[in-house]
């Protein structure tokens, strides 16, 4: 609740302002994420992390690696996905020259970096092959994997 929130700030700000990015506003998702709820959510925003740095890195072969790691959950998968969707989010819209806050990247710094190796007609490509993967996964009953796998080669054809 709020004393972890605190706490958290007082010895780690940055990742308090990871969990409120990665929650995407959500102060509900956020509190679930302090108590321990979903015990999972730090390590799949790591994993949303390295596939936003892969795809920036142009790195197909790792890219369809981090892709395939949590296809084993559904739900774990469909979360990463979401998460992967705000990352490019916030580098469009930093591209574009938004000043909207980010709802991923807590530190703005680096979402400029990143999102300077990308064309905006890039990020929105790779947001369409990223859309139609998680509406794959989460409103179909589409073999996980096999879907991945054949995301990561559209992924990389848009790189």
Do not use: C, W
């Not at 972890?4 to 956020?30: N, P, R």
């Not at 596939?51 to 890219?63: M, V, W, Y």
């Not at 998968?77 to 574009?96: E, G, H, P, T």
């Not at 589409?142 to 992924?155: D, E, K, P, W, Y």
């Amino acid at each position: 609740n709020v004393k972890k929130a605190a706490d958290l700030y007082a010895k780690d700000e940055q990742a308090l302002k990871k969990i409120v990015s990665a929650s995407g506003g959500s102060y509900g998702k956020a509190l679930d994420i302090l108590e321990g709820k979903n015990r999972k959510t730090p390590q799949l925003i790591k994993k949303a992390e390295n596939i936003a740095s892969l795809l920036s890195e142009k790195d197909g072969a790792h890219l369809m690696l981090a892709l395939l790691d949590e296809s084993s959950d559904r739900e774990n998968y469909s979360s990463v996905l979401s998460l992967v969707q705000n990352a490019l989010r916030d580098l469009a819209m930093i591209k574009k020259g938004g000043e909207n806050d980010m709802i991923f990247y807590s530190d703005r710094t680096y979402a400029a970096e990143l999102s300077g190796k990308f064309p905006i007609s890039t990020i929105v490509r790779l947001t369409d092959v990223l859309d139609n993967l998680y509406y794959e996964v989460t409103q179909t009953n589409i073999n996980v994997r096999t879907a991945a796998v054949v995301a990561s080669g559209r992924l990389t054809d848009v790189m």
